[in-house]
C-alpha cells in the first residue's frame, strides 16, 4: 500500500527567505510522487511531479522537490518565498494501475512580511 | 482548455435529504475522479471512472452513494438520505490518460453542509 506523512501542519516563514515542507513515503514499489497546491476557494493545482526520470524535479513558481529513495523522502524547497505561496501543500503518491492519488493531511504555509 | 467546472459551488441541505452535484471534465478527458476533503485534511479517493465505467469505489462510499457518468462526459455524484457527517467539499477531477503519472486537473469543488 501506498501513503505519505507531511511532517509538519504549518509552516511559517518570512517572505524572502527559504521555503521547506517535508514529506515521506511508502511505497511497495517505484512510486509517482507529486506536490499539489490549493490556494484559497481556488481547485488543486499540480506544482510538480517525480516519475524517476530525474531525482531533482522542478515545478512551477520557483518550486522543487527532491527524491530520495535512502531516506523515503520528498520534500518540497523554495528558496525565497514570496507572499503570493502562501497556500495550503499537499504531498501526493499515485496509488499504482489506477492513478488514484493518495494525498497527505496537508502543510499549511505562511508567509510573514 | 477550459478547466473542470462543478456545479453547484455550494450546497446546503438539511439531514435526510438527496442532493446531487455534477462535475463537467476537461473534454476528451477519459478519467474523471471523485474525491471528498474535509476541513484539515487531504482529499481522499471516493470513485473513479474510465470514459463510463466505475471501475473502483472506495469504502467511503456507503451505499447512500452514487456516481454515474453516462456518455462518458459529465458525471454526476448523489447522496441520498444524507447526514451531518457528509458535509465536506466533494471534488472532481480529470486526466487525459490512465498513465500512472498522468497530472490530474480538479475542479473548485462542491462544498456541502448538512445542518
Known amino acids: 500500500a501506498q501513503s505519505v506523512t507531511q511532517l509538519d501542519s504549518h509552516v511559517s516563514v518570512s517572505e524572502g527567505t527559504p521555503v521547506l515542507l517535508r514529506c515521506n513515503y511508502s511505497s511497495s514499489y517505484s512510486p509517482s510522487l507529486f506536490w499539489y497546491v490549493q490556494h484559497p476557494n481556488k481547485g488543486l493545482q499540480l506544482l510538480l511531479k517525480?516519475?524517476?526520470?530525474?531525482?531533482l524535479v522542478k515545478g512551477i513558481n520557483g518550486f522543487e522537490a527532491e527524491f530520495k529513495k535512502s531516506e523515503t523522502s520528498f520534500h518540497l524547497t523554495k528558496p525565497s518565498a514570496h507572499m503570493s505561496d502562501a497556500a495550503e501543500y499537499f504531498c501526493v503518491v499515485s496509488g499504482g494501475a489506477t492513478n488514484k492519488l493518495i494525498f497527505g493531511t496537508g502543510t499549511l504555509l505562511a508567509v510573514q512580511p | 482548455d477550459t478547466g473542470v467546472s462543478q456545479n453547484p459551488r455550494h450546497k446546503i441541505t438539511k439531514r435526510g435529504q438527496n442532493v446531487t452535484f455534477r462535475c463537467d471534465p476537461i473534454s476528451e478527458h477519459n478519467r474523471l475522479y471523485w474525491y471528498r476533503q474535509t476541513l484539515g485534511q487531504g482529499p481522499e479517493f471516493l470513485t473513479y471512472f474510465q470514459n463510463e465505467a466505475q471501475l473502483e469505489k472506495s469504502r467511503l462510499l456507503s451505499d447512500r452513494f452514487s456516481a454515474e457518468r453516462p456518455k462518458g462526459s459529465f458525471s454526476t455524484l448523489e447522496i441520498q438520505r444524507t447526514e451531518q457527517g457528509d458535509s465536506a467539499m466533494y471534488l472532481c477531477a480529470s486526466s487525459r490518460t490512465a498513465a500512472t503519472n498522468e497530472k490530474l486537473f480538479f475542479g473548485s469543488g462542491t462544498q456541502l453542509s448538512v445542518l
Open positions: 517525480y516519475t524517476s526520470a530525474a531525482t
